[in-house]
């Protein structure tokens, strides 16, 4: 395998690069420290959905550098449908797995709260933390936007973590690269440097290797999730269905 040009499967329209959890990390490792900003994206079934519903958003993930399938459940589904997934590499695992290995490397964070960034540097005394917290209205306020965007820019991090959410920290990822002067790899993470932090439980690990990690989130959050999970995202299953049909 060539860790600087991984390959790929499609799914859903998507070409994913079919990388083991491991393979990534040496992907990422093997990078050029000063290379030019390159950015990781990773899918879960929420992400496929909102990209049909908004095409602009398809620059944005053609883009990146790195596609992963963050979807136990979208694998399992496509599998049992007679399609080859691509394998999964969640934001979680990934984002912990590349912690794990930077002592002594200086880590960024766009996004998270002050208290879980200092629970976050807690647990990894050996990391040079730096933080951005953006606030809220990202996208709508473009002074706070452009200074995120700036703040990626101003230094050479090698490690970069956007935990802002979907397609925001996405569409930053993108300005950033666009900017030119960035270098490192960012990582489209979401709520990841949170279970790192352990100021977020995550799924038990029974239920992330059924595609349950969703309904564990659910029960936590309802009010949020719910039109999102029980009605928006299943139509992912209608999508799968078609492609497999289409053989």
Known sequence: MDALNPPRRWLLGLAFDNLTLGETV???AMRPRHARFAYVVTPNADHLQRLKAIPALRLVYDTAWLCLLDSQLVSLCAATLGLQPPLVVT??????ALLDAA?????AVVGLK??????????YPAIIFVHHEAPMGL???????????????????????L??????QEMLAYAI???GSATGVGLCVGAAPEFCAGTAR?????MRRRGLEWLHRLARDPRRLARRYLWEDPGILVRLAREALDL
């Open 103 to 107: 002592a002594g490397q200086t880590v």
């Open 26 to 28: 040496e992907a990422i």
């Open 177 to 179: 690269f666009r900017a």
């Open 163 to 168: 935990a802002l959410g979907s397609p925001l």
């Open 202 to 206: 995550r799924a038990p690990v029974w």
């Open 114 to 123: 002050a208290a879980s960034f200092r629970a976050l540097a807690a647990r």
């Open 139 to 161: 996208l709508r306020d473009r002074a706070a936007f452009a200074a995120a965007r700036d703040f990626v820019c101003a230094a050479p991090y090698p490690l970069t973590l």
């Open 91 to 96: 934001g979680a695992d990934l984002t912990q």
